[in-house]
């Protein structure tokens, strides 16, 4: 399991609508198989486990990202989103999609589509070629989300500003949180963030930080970028955190840590309930 069995109740109420952007339904496998070419194989991590983990948080609103696990195969996400409008989802597509099935895609839920670019993922698809499939996701709203190691940024950044569609950027762009604020890649970010069409997920400090629960290393970044591109910013749990080194994270204290990311109550509405009803079209 990767995921925390009984993670506590969080001492920071969410405001209503509270969205979680980016988490992963995994299987179970029996129902939905694994993708045969998958670089890791996790436990499962089903749907009715992530309604009731947002439920315990207080959490009204998901957007479910695909994983790599399930390949192109993205019925278990379709699962998950089937008869509830508070849940939207992020696809993995091939270059080759048809119109017609990502508007079948769109029909179902889904408002973007992902790209990996993290080498233990496997190679990436040219970025340039991802920028001309964009246009065919202009004519359906949807928009790009960007997963990347921390040193690509820099050469990606030209490319990602011609984007016709916005770029959402997961997980803070992978920065490490022990090289410090003023490192290249946190640079490059807020540097990239100057442009409009270009947003970022603060989710993943877990991941960034060095020092470990409850990630005082990591939180000075997502709390920057809160700072400055408030309209731009989104957050997620990351459930069931698939490919974490470390202790496992407790969701409740996640949810936690924003008082310390995004500290006011404006803050908060813009990043967890406003920022995502504007991105992704809630009703």
């Known amino acids: 399991m990767s995921f925390h069995p009984s993670p506590r109740k969080p001492r ?48 009204e609103r998901g957007v479910v990202v695909q994983s790599a696990v399930h390949g192109y195969d993205n019925t278990a996400a379709a699962d998950l989103m ?39 993922l496997g190679p990436p698809v040219p970025i340039e070629d991802v920028l001309r499939f964009a246009a065919r996701l202009a004519e359906i709203g949807w928009h790009l989300q960007i997963h990347l190691e921390a040193d690509l940024l820099e050469g990606m950044s030209a490319s990602l500003r011609r984007s016709p569609v916005p770029v959402v950027i997961d997980h ?17 970010l807020r540097e990239i963030l100057e442009d409009r069409n270009i947003w970022v997920k603060v989710s993943g400090v877990e991941r960034a930080s060095r020092a470990g629960p409850p990630y005082a290393d990591a939180v000075p970044f ?16 990351d459930w069931p955190h698939p490919n974490h080194h470390g202790p496992i994270p407790d969701d409740g204290e996640l949810v936690d840590v924003l008082a310390q990311i995004a500290p006011t109550e404006a803050q908060r509405r813009r990043l967890l309930v406003d920022n995502p009803a504007r991105l992704y079209g809630f009703s």
């Open 82 to 120: 089937k008869g509830r409008k508070e849940y939207l989802g992020i696809a993995l597509v091939r270059l080759t999609e048809e119109m017609k099935a990502l508007r079948t895609l769109h029909s179902q839920g889904f408002r973007g589509a992902r790209f990996q670019y993290m080498r233990h």
């Open 222 to 237: 997502a709390r920057k970028l809160v700072e400055d591109f408030g309209e731009r910013v989104l957050w997620g749990t």
């Open 172 to 188: 803070m762009a992978r920065i490490d949180a022990s090289r410090g604020l003023h490192q290249k890649p946190f640079v490059h």
């Open 12 to 59: 920071l109420e969410l405001p209503r609508g509270a969205c979680d952007t980016h988490f992963h339904v995994f299987g179970p496998q029996a129902l939905f198989p694994f993708a045969a070419e998958r670089r890791f194989t996790p436990g499962d991590a089903p749907k009715d486990k992530l309604y009731a983990l947002h439920a315990h948080l207080g959490i």
